[in-house]
């Protein structure tokens, strides 16, 4: 059988269906006439005061779908470039390695250049709401600082930062990357 004559055999059972249903739709409505009952004024106050109810709810749930949506929306927005500006903090702290580990031999040039391609990398995070983590004399806090040693020193207090190995990153007030830091234990 072919399709038009599937199409065809498709359209001749949908018509025997809709006459079963209007014969048994006729034979209801004919019973319902007969006993001729009409609701109360109590059922129809009840059933509207539910219809209500039920258009209250839907319309809460329409204006919660859509403040979700947009709030999905907007971090899209937000931190949809966080996975490339994640990827670029390496290329960050090779460019800080270059600058500390510079040989005696290297000229000023080279230093400089160094320097003006880090600050517009920083720069360009900046732009996207990168903010650098760069605890200098602050208290260990373990959402923005993680802990790769202990170390003695008399001239801080106890639980806050010593050396920082690697700053860390947040993007809009988000942790990407924690600070690398020891921990100060006297």
Not at 12 to 34: G, H, R
Not at 74 to 81: Q, S, T
């Amino acid at each position: 059988m072919n399709k038009k004559d599937k199409s065809v055999v498709d359209e001749i059972d949908e018509n025997i269906v809709e006459k079963d249903s209007n014969e048994d739709n006729k034979s209801e409505d004919s019973s319902a006439s007969e006993s001729n009952e009409t609701p109360s004024y109590e059922e129809l106050f009840d059933k509207h005061e539910e219809l209500e109810k039920q258009l209250l709810r839907s319309n809460a749930d329409l204006d919660n779908a859509l403040k979700r949506t947009l709030n999905e929306v907007e971090k899209a927005h937000k931190y949809g470039v966080e996975k490339l500006l994640s990827e670029l903090l390496p290329i960050i702290d090779n460019l800080e390695s270059a600058l500390t580990n510079l040989s005696k031999d290297a000229t000023k040039e080279d230093q400089e250049g160094i320097e003006l391609t880090l600050k517009s990398f920083e720069s360009t995070l900046d732009k996207f709401g990168m903010v650098p983590i760069y605890p200098d004399n602050e208290q260990f806090n373990p959402e923005k600082h993680e802990a790769v040693s202990m170390e003695k020193d008399k001239s801080k207090k106890d639980g806050f930062v010593g050396n920082i190995f690697q700053r860390g990153w947040e993007l809009h007030s988000r942790v990407l990357r924690p600070a690398r830091v020891t921990v100060i234990k006297n």
